[in-house]
Structures are given as C-alpha cells and as structure tokens.
C-alpha cells in the first residue's frame, strides 16, 4: 500500500476489518505530509472514525520514488554536513506538523541509513537532530522513538550506548524483522526490553527485510512460538502492530492480517 496514495476509503477499509490502530509511512507518493488538502481529508476521517492513529513514521526520503531521484532525496539525522542536516531535520518538522491535524502518539525515527558504519561523528550528528527534533514533537505531544535497523548505529547494543553518551530520554520501537537480520531476536530484544514502546512485527528469512506476513508466508524463518513468548513478558507495555509489504496475488489481505493477528495471539 506504501507505494500508493493513502485514502479514506483504504483506511475505511481497515477499520472495517476491525483493526483499532494504524501506523502511516510519511512516503510522499502514499502519505504527503506536505499536501494540505491530504491530511485535512485525513483529518476529518480520523476524527468521526474509531479507528486511531497510532504512530508515523519518518519520512526517509522526500521525493515520490524511494530515493531514485537522487542522493538529495535522503533523509538522514546522521548527515555531517550541518546545512544539509538541518534541511533534512527541517523536513522531518514537516512531518510532525502532521499531528496539529491528525493527533498521534508516537513518530518512528530510524538513527542513520540502512547499512551505514558506526561513527562518533554520526553520533554528534544525531543527538544534535533528535534535541531539535525532540523539542518540535513535544510541542505537539507527540513522542519519538527509535527503531533497531539493519545498521551498526542501530542494534539494541548501539542504540541504548547512544542514550547513554547523550543522555537523551528516548524509547524504542522494536522491529522483529531487523532483529532477525542482525544479533537475533532474543539479543535483540533483551538490550531493547526496558525502553519499547512500539512493534513492527513481520518476517523474513533470515537474510534480507522482506516484511513478510507472519506464520503465513512461506520463506519467513522467525521461531513465533518463541517470539510471542518474548513480547508478551511485557504485556501491555505496546501494540501488535504488523509491518508488512505486499502480496500482489493477495484476494484478502485485510483478512490475512486477521488471520496473522489471531494466529500470533494464540501463542
């Protein structure tokens, strides 16, 4: 759904299905935090409906192609150069600007790019970002958390000796697909556990971030039973909330997602 435009008639749809909460990806060819006319249109939606607005995530990039149209596109909080950094801090605020409309409760922030090396600088970088940004949220009652990506910025290990040196009072959303690419979900969740405040639950074989619909799907290699087992021993502390790409030759997939919902609730 990510790569196509976010309407009302598509969240109508899962509020139908019975699902109580959502989390919207700013990606500008889904949900343009830019475009007043979208977000009053969600704005109305969000405010007659059930259904609620649980989080959004950050944009990463801010053209309508995930990046193609060039490197400018990216958005990092772990850009050095600081012009370039505080255009891409300016345009996460755009973002958050998206709560004074549609009130949420947290904003998912990824700490660098998918892949890049640890670095005091990038640390720098980042904490500088996130203290403005923090700020900016708070204004709107909106909270930040930081999710574990397939980084060496982003492990649960790295995460919390980033809050450690900064001193920065921030929690986490737990995302058990990357968790499953790097140190595993247990290690994983054991350095996270204190701080989670958010899931992205969905699958993967072990070696690339497929997003794939759990106990369903074939490919995916995630042990549930275990993994339940994990997430309920801090019961009420977060939402299941599933992250999933999609399946093209999918008939149902509002019902597969319920069918994924009971199946990892009855573990």
């Not at 699902?19 to 935090?33: K, M």
């Not at 249109?41 to 607005?53: A, T, W, Y």
């Not at 994990?230 to 997602?257: F, H, I």
């Amino acid at each position: 759904m990510v790569n196509h435009r976010l309407t009302t008639s598509a969240l109508g749809r899962i509020e139908q299905a019975g699902i109580p909460a959502v989390e919207i990806f700013c990606a500008r060819q889904h949900l343009d935090y830019r475009n007043k006319a979208q977000i009053a249109e969600l704005g109305h939606f969000f405010k007659d409906s059930d259904l609620q607005l649980h989080s959004l995530h950050s944009p990463m990039y801010n053209d309508e192609f995930w990046g193609r149209s060039g490197p400018d596109s990216i958005i990092s909080i772990t850009e050095p150069v600081k012009a370039e950094r505080m255009r891409m801090v300016d345009e996460i605020k755009r973002a958050l600007e998206v709560a004074e409309i549609v009130p949420f409760r947290y904003l998912i922030q990824h700490l660098g790019v998918s892949g890049e090396e640890f670095s005091e600088r990038a640390i720098d970088s980042a904490f500088t970002s996130l203290e403005e940004l923090m700020n900016f949220a708070h204004q709107r009652d909106v909270e930040i958390l930081l999710e574990n990506i397939p980084n060496d910025l982003s492990s649960g290990a790295r995460l919390n000796y980033f809050l450690n040196v900064t001193h920065l009072d921030l929690h986490y959303v737990f995302d058990t697909g990357h968790a499953h690419l790097g140190a595993g979900i247990e290690t994983e969740f054991e350095a996270m556990k204190e701080r989670i405040r958010s899931l992205h639950v969905h699958d993967n074989n072990g070696k690339a971030d497929q997003h794939l619909f759990p106990t369903v799907a074939e490919g995916g290699s995630i042990d549930w039973r275990k993994t339940m087992t994990l997430l309920k021993s801090r019961d009420g502390q977060y939402p299941l909330l599933l992250e999933l790409k999609e399946v093209a030759d999918m008939p149902n997939p509002l019902e597969t997602v319920n069918q994924v919902f009971d199946r990892l609730e009855d573990f």
